[in-house]
């Protein structure tokens, strides 16, 4: 609820004004009977009246600008105060978790994700406890990113809270001898506050006094550096200066120095990461780190695991969702990321995924297997990732260690060399036994090696040397203790993407199954295998025709030719054609069709609208069906045209243009105004703290738990704070791939893998769903860097990739979790916007995937886009979520309202099967208009009171006897 009566704000401003008004008739009326009882005129009457003249001037030009800036300001940022000043019904709906099961969980999920990365000479768990803290992150730690997925950290745990909690004793010296100082938190909700990118380690010798290295040792011989990153929404980290030389996820020379001293100092030395943004990670070696704990970005309350985890409390059993390199820059990504300005098209931009499937983990392994050399064409730097791959890779996707040691064993399912079929499923039996001395938890992770063959290199089929397919988490195992998991996998999702096969109807491409073997292997990691087993496919399959893929409503084909150009990486021959794919990028666009006419479509859209729809001014037809009747009906049942023909032009186009965090009233069908929020860490409400949830640790943590317990607890109590605050609609999960390790919003991602990516999402989403909470997964798609989201970004792909890698987690969150609403990006694929891409929002999406519901778009910056509407609306973007102005969706032939109906129908599906929390937004609007006429009013009589004065002026002059 709003804390303050908006009504009584108002009505205050409104009184203010009417007094400003009293004030000045009075003050205009006051002069004129001041200058009818002057006896004497001349000179000083004259200066009273020209006086006059100059106020009364000064307050209507004023009154008058007033005016017209709050009309204007009122009218573009309208969305905005709409916002502020909505009332939810919070408290109305009954929920099943608290507060006190809300902080349970994020405990659960940082203990889980946080994952040990190093722990040599036994250093954890910790044998002192007395430690000294180093790193300004350890004394202001980095909660979370900046953007929607931003939280407060008001009443937040501290590293140092969290080490003292667990009966760890800090040293006081650094903040006594102020090195460093520690920030308070302000208790406010951060909003869409940006957080620093800048890394302000403080030089070495500020140590001094009992602060000083030798000092601190006396007091302890174990030091832990904290090295805080953050990241944000709107900017890469690759928009942020280095420090001197050094990148952001480098080392500073401070950091450096700092290091290099303890190491010389202290007997152990352990790292925490606060990052979600993968560091380099040479320096572990360099200096001699004894433990390193990745501890990720935990939100204002995740650090509790900290401490735990530090003193063995909590055994770690998280498992990186990233590949950590000593290189960044041996990511071939690198070469094709950031701001790169079109050549023949000023204000728009490119990226080029080059790089196909090979993304993180994919890559990494791949080229080992291949035993590739290859030179980056941007810094010279070459890599032998045959030979080198150690001194490549600090740590592959998957790794983590435990304070126990396990051992995982093949016990049954897939029978080695037995046959697999294309409609069939492959199960493996995993032992896993704690061979170790501690109770733990352990990861049992499935790869799958298919088969590269001879047809794949003649059609341009892509596989990677492993993909992870399944996973499963064991219960926490005493030592000697043994857990048998089963990870089932469909064949269906084993299938690669040819984009080359001719379909017997006539459209190119289809999901295949090589023939040949296909290795199962249980893994500590991507790199690690703890035994394998196979399985035979007799023949190649095409999921084609009638063939198709169980879960595909129509046959996947190709949808997205002309999103591609130039090369893309081949493992042939050991990524021969490296340099060639990387040099095949062009600074020109291959088409700039929706830059010259962004409302631009095929007429054909219109001309198969048949229907008439209109009918005069009468247009809404009567009826007494209404949304709630709706629950159980089907998607293509017909009482659903009959309810939209129901709703005014009105109506329909409010449903369209007014989703700013919000649905509007429909009174026709009895539908509630409702409100959404964004917050895929937590409710963050950008227009003040009225919404506030609590946060949860960054999405990368959840991921590391590899846990899908968690996952759906997550998705459970997420349901049960929206609607605790009387939100119908989470702008969440975001689902876009960690594409590299500089990307600005990684904190709200996943992983770089897709498989793992759309598991947990869809675990999330699948919950959310039946606890009826409008989910918006997001950004779909192809959202996978920040820099110039907005500014007409054409990412080049070809459809493998697309498929594969980038629309795969989307795809599970709509097929296994059930998703009825879908937030789109703000990027072109290819050279279409994607609101405005017919094959990416109804073909692939609706067609093809069966999603049932409503689509909305981002936050559309450029005008540009903002223009498109009506082509949006035709391409399958129901929605427009603007903030600072609207958009205008045409209302005047059969087929716009046919468009606008069938948008209807998307958006009423969803509602029908949430549950609805009404909300009431304050008509403030009345109040302008009122407060516009008694400005107005008071420039009339302010311009009235000049024409008084004037003529007054004029007497005077007249009577002034001349000058002798």
């Not at 409104?14 to 008004?21: D, K």
């Not at 009977?33 to 020209?50: E, F, N």
């Not at 998991?485 to 999702?493: Q, R």
């Not at 129901?878 to 205008?888: E, F, K, Q, S």
Request: net charge negative; glycine share 8%; aromatic share 10%.
């Amino acid at each position: 609820m709003i804390a303050a009566s908006p009504e009584m704000f108002i009505n205050y401003c409104i009184a203010l004004v009417i007094v400003l008004a009293i004030v000045i008739v009075a003050s205009a009326i006051a002069l004129t009977i001041h200058m009818r009882r002057k006896k004497q005129v001349g000179v000083v009457v004259a200066k009273h009246v020209v006086a006059g003249n100059a106020l009364l001037g000064t307050v209507a030009v004023v009154v008058v600008g007033a005016t017209v800036a709050l009309n204007l300001l009122t009218s573009t940022y309208s969305a905005n105060i709409d916002s502020v000043f909505t009332k939810t019904d919070q408290g109305s709906v009954e929920v099943a978790t608290d507060k006190d099961d809300w902080y349970d969980l994020i405990d659960r999920i940082g203990g889980e994700g946080m994952t040990l990365m190093r722990n040599d000479n036994g250093a954890l768990p910790l044998q002192s406890q007395q430690v000294n803290l180093l790193g300004s992150a350890a004394y202001n730690p980095v909660y979370s990113g900046s953007g929607s997925g931003s939280v407060s950290a008001g009443d937040s745990i501290s590293i140092i809270g969290s080490l003292n909690s667990a009966g760890i004793e800090t040293n006081s010296a650094p903040v006594d001898e102020a090195v460093y100082s520690v920030s308070e938190p302000t208790g406010e909700d951060l909003g869409y506050q940006a957080v620093s990118l800048s890394n302000d380690e403080v030089p070495v010798d500020s140590f001094t006094g009992t602060a000083s290295f030798e000092a601190m040792r006396e007091y302890s011989d174990t030091a832990i550096m904290v090295l805080g990153r953050s990241g944000g929404e709107g900017d890469d980290l690759t928009m942020y200066g280095t420090v001197d030389g050094a990148d952001y996820l480098q080392l500073s020379p401070n950091e450096r120095d700092i290091l290099q001293r303890a190491s010389e100092t202290f007997d152990t030395l352990i790292v925490v990461v606060n990052s979600a943004n993968a560091l380099e990670m040479g320096f572990l070696d360099e200096y001699g780190v004894d433990a390193c704990v990745w501890a990720g970005l935990p939100g204002p309350y995740g650090f509790s695991a900290l401490g735990k985890i530090l003193t063995g409390e909590v055994n770690p059993s998280g498992k990186l969702p990233d590949t950590w390199l000593y290189d960044n820059y041996s990511n071939p990504v690198s070469e094709n990321f950031g701001e790169q300005e079109a050549s023949n098209r000023e204000g728009s931009h490119y990226v080029d995924y080059v790089e196909g499937i090979y993304l993180g983990y994919k890559w990494f392994e791949t080229a080992y297997a291949e035993e590739a050399v290859i030179t980056n064409t941007k810094t010279q730097r070459t890599y032998d990732y045959g030979r080198d791959y150690d001194s490549i890779v600090a740590f592959p996707f998957g790794y983590g260690l435990s304070y126990t040691t396990f051992e995982q064993h093949i016990v049954g399912g897939l029978q080695d060399g037995s046959a697999i079929e294309s409609d069939g499923t492959v199960s493996v039996d995993v032992e896993v036994t704690n061979t170790g001395a501690v109770a733990g938890k352990e990861v049992v992770q499935l790869y799958v090696t298919a088969p590269y063959t001879d047809y794949d290199r003649q059609h341009g089929v892509e596989k990677a040397a492993v993909s992870l397919v399944g996973y499963a988490k064991t219960d926490e195992l005493q030592p000697g203790e043994s857990q048998t998991l089963t990870v089932e996998v469909s064949v269906e999702d084993l299938a690669s993407y040819d984009s080359t096969y001719e379909n017997a109807d006539g459209t190119t491409g289809a999901y295949m199954l090589d023939a040949g073997e296909y290795v199962f292997s249980v893994r500590a990691n991507a790199h690690e295998s703890y035994g394998q087993v196979s399985g035979h496919m007799q023949e190649q399959y095409f999921f084609s025709g009638d063939n198709k893929r169980s879960t595909d409503d129509q046959q996947a084909y190709n949808q997205f030719d002309d999103a591609a150009r130039g090369i893309y990486l081949s493992r042939q021959n050991g990524f021969a054609n490296y340099a060639d794919a990387m040099n095949s990028v062009s600074s020109e666009l291959k088409s700039t069709a929706f830059e010259d006419d962004p409302n631009a479509y095929d007429e054909s859209y219109d001309t198969m609208v048949t229907q008439t729809m209109q009918e005069g001014v009468d247009y809404a037809v009567d009826g007494d069906l209404t949304l709630a009747d709706m629950a159980d009906v089907d998607y293509d049942d017909e009482q659903w045209q009959e309810l939209i023909s129901q709703l005014t032009l009105d109506e329909l186009q409010a449903l369209v243009e007014d989703s700013a965090y919000s649905s509007p009233e429909i009174k026709s069908i009895d539908k509630p105004e409702t409100t959404d929020a964004d917050g895929p860490l937590g409710i963050a409400w950008m227009f003040g703290s009225d919404l506030k949830g609590v946060a949860y640790p960054s999405i990368p943590l959840l991921a590391a738990t590899f846990n899908t317990e968690l996952a759906q607890e997550f998705g459970a109590q997420m349901s049960d704070q929206c609607h605790s605050l009387g939100l119908t609609g989470w702008n969440a999960p975001a689902m876009n791939m960690h594409r590299w390790a500089f990307s600005g919003r990684n904190y709200e991602y996943y992983s770089e893998d897709s498989y793992l990516s759309g598991r947990m999402a869809a675990d999330v989403v699948e919950v959310t769903r039946e606890n009826g909470l409008n989910t918006y997964i997001k950004h779909f798609a192809l959202n996978d860097q920040e820099t110039e989201r907005s500014g007409r970004l054409h990412t080049y792909s070809n459809e493998q990739a697309i498929r594969e890698i980038y629309l795969k987690p989307f795809e599970m969150a709509v097929k296994d979790g059930g998703t009825t609403a879908l937030m789109n990006s703000m990027n072109f694929i290819g050279d279409d916007w994607v609101g405005t891409s017919e094959a990416l929002m109804t073909e692939v999406l609706r067609d093809e995937w069966g999603f049932r519901g409503k689509t909305v778009t981002d936050m559309p910056e450029d005008e540009l886009v903002r223009g498109s509407a009506d082509a949006a609306l035709r391409a399958g973007t129901d929605a427009w979520l603007l903030i600072g102005g609207g958009v205008d969706v045409r209302c005047e032939t059969d087929a716009d309202i046919y468009y606008l109906q069938q948008a209807a129908h998307h958006i009423l599906y969803m509602d029908s099967r949430a549950q609805l929390i009404g909300s009431r937004t304050l008509d403030w609007h009345r109040y302008v208009i009122i407060t516009s006429v008694e400005l107005v009013m008071i420039a009339v009589l302010c311009i009235a009171a000049l024409i008084l004065c004037n003529r007054k002026l004029k007497t005077v002059v007249k009577e002034v006897p001349a000058a002798e």
